[in-house]
């Protein structure tokens, strides 16, 4: 099983490549967004947790993420592997996947930070608001998040870098250009 963790800035583009990369190796594409707003659409007693964290404006607790990709691996125990998109966020929830994936006998094979400037990444979200008619996503709230992405995820590229299995990828140009540089990375 190889897990692979697609790291970067809100806006580099991680969810697409993500399901193209998941579809191309066969492994199964985990966003903890994605699961988190599919079981609030479910109504299941884990998306009543988590709606009721979000409606007080709260952050899901970590304890909660690692549950819910613990739950994934359970799900998919034959899987041929897994990317990671947006988790972990946190130094903590680096650990945190590190102990469930060391249980399982199956730690992250490689990491692979997409690397857009932040120029880049305010025009691609502004265009993204705009098309999703997400008005509260202004260019002070974007800013916002790219602030809080380096104040609390970057650290995770030292963390990863020190264990060997960082890569950084040029993620700017066509989305199948960067695909393939992603392909190259996650072949060597």
């Not at 990369?21 to 994605?34: E, F, L, P, Q, R």
């Not at 034959?78 to 988790?87: C, E, I």
């Not at 692979?112 to 990444?121: A, D, F």
Request: hydrophobic share 40%; proline share 3%; aromatic share 6%.
């Amino acid at each position: 099983m190889f897990n692979l963790i697609l790291f970067g800035p809100p806006g580099a583009g991680k969810g697409t490549q993500a399901v193209k990369i998941a579809k191309k190796y066969n492994w199964n594409h985990v966003s903890t967004g994605d699961i988190l707003r599919a079981e609030v659409s479910q109504g299941s007693l884990l998306g009543l947790q988590v709606k009721a964290v979000m409606e007080a404006g709260h952050l899901v607790s970590d304890e909660l993420l690692i549950e819910i990709i613990n739950t994934v691996f359970l799900k998919h125990v034959n899987a041929d592997g897994f990317v990671f998109d947006g988790f972990p966020r946190t130094l903590n929830q680096a650990h945190e996947l590190d102990k469930l994936l060391n249980r399982l006998n199956h730690p992250v094979n490689q990491v692979i930070s997409l690397e857009v400037n932040e120029e880049e990444l305010v025009k691609r979200l502004l265009n993204r608001a705009l098309e999703q008619g997400r008005i509260d996503d202004t260019e002070e709230v974007i800013k916002n998040r790219l602030v809080q992405y380096h104040k609390h995820t970057k650290p995770l590229q030292q963390y990863y870098l020190e264990k060997g299995i960082y890569t950084e990828v040029h993620g700017v140009g066509g989305i199948d250009d960067i695909f393939e540089s992603l392909c190259r990375a996650i072949r060597k």
